[in-house]
């Protein structure tokens, strides 16, 4: 099993969210199980500096719009996965994000950036592919960035490799121009609603998701929910048609990376059976954000893009009710301005007792999954959601709208859950502050006054397994059956 995985971003080279975070342990998973896997990402300027051991690999000529790219062959340190980068400067090589500039301004010329992944994926798996030794029989496609890809396979390079496209998320499809179809090289006969075309516009996630031999989205609940009006941005129709073909595999955790037993950004290791390190974590986290050091005050922590998405909208106007009952919040996290300022105008309000960090930190973000006591996340919609799982295993039992996958893994406190240990959370039963509110009250109720309940919800978060073992299998599972 020779598998492609096609990515635009991937931990520990280039991160935004959650993709990244599936790209780096997936990947490692499948290796494990014995799958011959190479990532493929591009060569931005970041991913060039953090592999160290990058050599040549191949030419490729005839590409969109750049003509010429060189392929980079390095590995991953962590995990030893092989990564195949796409090298070429004048579309990769700049100051700023993957998708946008420093100023939050999305690059003009991503529909060139992304196209050429998507070639150069789709080459690799056909009868062109430079490489004389290494034939992927399955090229694994990621969100809309590599949503040309199965239709390369199929239009233009009659690839004999079978193709997987993975939805991490509906709201973002791609859409530009039909002007973009000849620049692209993709043929225009196929520019209709049977194809490529998206009311009008050219769809990079819609050709993936029409024209992939297999389609698969990060969590049960969310693979239902996208074939509905609600979720579906505008695709549930033709998601629903073929919804035979589309499975939900919720996502695992990388547990090397988010381990609190051995986690170094923490100044104390815990784990479940050792509980007390999670206190000093605590105290330090209060420590470094100014909050007031007090053990007993129940901290809320919140890593997060700031999006309507994530639903913190609803979490800002009760802030005032949750410090009325003793809590403290240690939020971190950048996007909408509007939010952004709405925190921070809470944080300067309510000194030592709201921390707002805007921006992006690795090491913050262990320590506030960490030192917290319990971890807020309203989602609207959440298609699978890795902060949660996060939060379980390091006994900080999440607080969560009962949608995708947080729905699929965040098991609601009650006597029934509690009785039979799996409550590992409380879930809120609609997206609105007041139902937010309530849910915290009750996940504070537990937290103040009973302790033994508290460590036990802890624990059956804590005791789950949440890596990649079974998951991982589901995946090759899917590859075989294409393959048989
Ligand atoms: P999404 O991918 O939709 O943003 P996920 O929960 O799947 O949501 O994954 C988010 C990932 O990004 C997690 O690893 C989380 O810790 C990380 N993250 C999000 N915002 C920040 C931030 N401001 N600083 C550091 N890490 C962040
Ligand atoms: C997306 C989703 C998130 C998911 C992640 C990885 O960013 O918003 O829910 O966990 O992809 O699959």
């Known amino acids: 099993m020779r598998v492609l995985f096609a990515t635009s971003e991937v931990f520990p080279l280039i991160k935004t969210g959650g993709l990244a975070d599936v790209s780096g342990s997936l990947p490692s998973a499948l290796q494990h199980l014995g799958v011959d896997i190479r990532i493929l990402v591009p060569g931005y300027t970041a991913v060039l500096n953090a592999l160290t051991d990058l050599h040549h690999l191949a030419h490729l000529a005839h590409l969109p719009v750049i003509g010429h790219a060189e392929l980079l062959l390095g590995t991953i340190q962590e995990t030893q996965v092989k990564v195949i980068v796409i090298k070429a400067a004048g579309i990769y090589e700049r100051a700023g994000g993957p998708y946008a500039d420093a100023n939050g301004l999305e690059w003009l010329d991503n529909p060139v950036r992304f196209g050429v992944l998507s070639k150069v994926a789709a080459i690799l798996g056909g009868p062109n592919s430079p490489l004389t030794d290494w034939h992927p029989n399955i090229v694994h496609c990621n969100d809309w960035q590599t949503g040309l890809t199965p239709a390369y396979m199929k239009l233009v390079e009659h690839a004999q490799a079978k193709s997987v496209i993975s939805l991490h998320n509906m709201a973002f499809q791609g859409c530009y121009a039909p002007s973009w179809l000849p620049t692209l090289g993709l043929p225009s006969t196929h520019f209709n609603p049977e194809g490529l075309e998206y009311h009008g516009q050219l769809s990079f996630l819609k050709a993936g998701i029409f024209y992939a031999d297999s ?172 902060n949660q799982l996060y939060g379980l295993a390091y006994g900080t039992p999440p607080v969560v709208n009962a949608t995708g996958g947080l729905a699929d893994s965040v098991i609601d406190t009650n006597i029934i859950t509690y009785k039979n240990k799996t409550a590992n959370g409380f879930v809120m039963s609609e997206p609105s502050s007041a139902s937010l509110l309530h849910c915290i009250k009750q996940a504070l109720n537990v937290f103040k006054n009973d302790a033994d309940a508290w460590r036990q919800i802890q624990k059956n978060g804590m005791s789950q397994n949440l890596s990649w073992d079974k998951s991982a299998l589901e995946y090759l599972a899917e590859y075989q059956k294409l393959l048989a």
């Not at 290791?269 to 100014?290: H, P």
């Not at 809320?300 to 909208?313: C, F, N, P």
């Not at 809470?346 to 971890?375: K, T, W």
């Open 215 to 386: 389609i698969t989205t990060v969590s049960p609940s969310y693979a239902k929910e996208i074939q509905t009006p609600a979720f579906g941005f505008g695709l549930e129709g033709l998601l629903s048609k073929r919804g035979n073909e589309l499975k939900g595999i919720l996502n695992g955790i990388e547990t090397k990376e988010w381990n609190p037993k051995t986690d170094p950004h923490l100044v104390k290791n815990y784990s479940a059976t050792q509980l007390a390190g999670k206190k000093q974590v605590k105290a330090a986290l209060q420590e470094r954000l100014g909050l007031e050091i007090n053990a007993d005050a129940p901290l809320l922590g919140v890593v997060s893009r700031l999006t309507h998405q994530k639903g913190l909208d609803m979490l800002a106007p009760i802030v005032p009710q949750l410090l009325d009952a003793g809590c403290q919040l240690a939020l971190l996290g950048g996007g909408e301005s509007e939010l952004e300022n709405a925190f921070r105008h809470l944080a300067r309000n309510h000194l030592g007792r709201v921390s707002v960090n805007i921006g992006y930190n690795e090491p913050l973000s262990h320590q506030i999954m960490a030192g917290s006591d319990m971890f807020i996340m309203p989602s609207r919609f959440e298609p699978c959601g890795l």
